[in-house]
């Protein structure tokens, strides 16, 4: 039985559809069989890995409303994964799924029957708290919420924690949040340690390590339609997701979890994290924590 994680934030430019190519790489180059869903109508995941979106006949707009099964539509890619694409037909998808009884349901039902035939499914949500977000929710067993380091990137983390706890509720009990991902991250900059900081002491959630480095590698690999495992397989961008698949797959030496955190309950709110020692500048938007961390520690990174 597949494994799904679903890779949300209602904030564009975070990171998402980068983090489920780069990891679907990762887990594919660890012998996993992985299926990624493009859940997002701009359908930038089914671009970055080759496909043309505008030429497509079949995308998961077709599954999603009924008319065909999941195993019909899906198209393999040249970095091991299989991809259920998209195109902007899912626009009109929501509207539809509204008024249909179960609409929440329909992507889980989909993925039942296939999941013998995966290991892991990653689901790319698109930038809202929609249906289709939601959809990606009721399906998956965990949630990664991306985050770019910067001041107003944060605001929407504890408004999906509350759909979330929403889910929880109402149409996926077992959701659990794996953590929070710090993506586009500047070592250099106090302000994104502050940044990170600032989310594992408001929102006691899990800061999955190690962060994702800004680089330009990130940004060339779409055009050759690759992820950046292929493109730049050296890369430190390239090794912090295998990092995280390794970590997922359970091959890891750790969780991928700063230290001292852990999957929270509910919502993913767990227990305050144990951040180790740094001394930092902590911009006035940040609560500093009885306890101040440093650079080379659990949100240590570099550009690379």
Excluded: W
């Excluded at 975070?14 to 012998?31: C, H």
């Excluded at 039942?112 to 698109?126: G, N, S, T």
Aim: neutral net charge.
């Amino acid at each position: 039985m597949a494994r799904v994680l679903a890779v949300a934030n209602q904030k564009g430019g975070v990171a998402k559809t980068t983090s489920v190519a780069s990891l679907g790489a990762a887990l594919s180059e660890l012998g996993q069989r992985v299926l990624l869903v493009d859940l997002d109508p701009q359908a930038c995941l089914t671009f970055s890995l080759g496909l043309d979106p505008d030429a497509l006949e079949l995308s998961v707009h077709d599954v999603l409303l009924g008319r065909l099964p999941a195993g019909i539509v899906t198209r393999p890619t040249p970095d091991g994964a299989d991809l259920l694409p998209a195109t902007i037909e899912l626009a009109g998808c929501e509207a539809i799924l509204l008024s249909r009884t179960g609409r929440e349901h329909v992507l889980r039902l989909a993925l039942d029957e296939v999941a013998d035939q995966y290991d892991f499914v990653l689901v790319d949500c698109p930038p809202s708290l929609g249906v289709l977000t939601i959809n990606g929710l009721t399906a998956a067993d965990e949630v990664v919420i991306p985050l770019q380091c910067e001041t107003l990137s944060h605001r929407g983390v504890g408004q999906l924690l509350d759909t979330v706890a929403d889910v929880q509720r109402l149409t996926n009990p077992r959701l659990r949040v794996r953590g929070v991902l710090p993506t586009l991250f500047d070592a250099r900059t106090a302000h994104s340690r502050a940044v990170v900081l600032d989310v594992a002491t408001r929102y006691e959630v899990t800061i999955l390590e190690p962060p994702i480095a800004r680089s330009v590698r990130f940004a060339e690999a779409p055009g050759l339609g690759r992820s950046i495992l292929t493109t730049a397989s050296r890369s430190k961008g390239a090794e912090a997701y295998r990092a995280h698949a390794r970590a997922i797959a359970g091959q890891g030496s750790g969780t991928g979890a700063a230290p001292g955190t852990g999957p929270g309950t509910g919502p993913g709110r767990g227990g305050p994290p144990r951040l180790p020692d740094v001394r930092l500048p902590v911009p006035p938007m940040a609560r500093p924590p009885a306890r101040t961390v440093g650079p080379d520690a659990a949100v240590s990174g570099a550009p690379v």
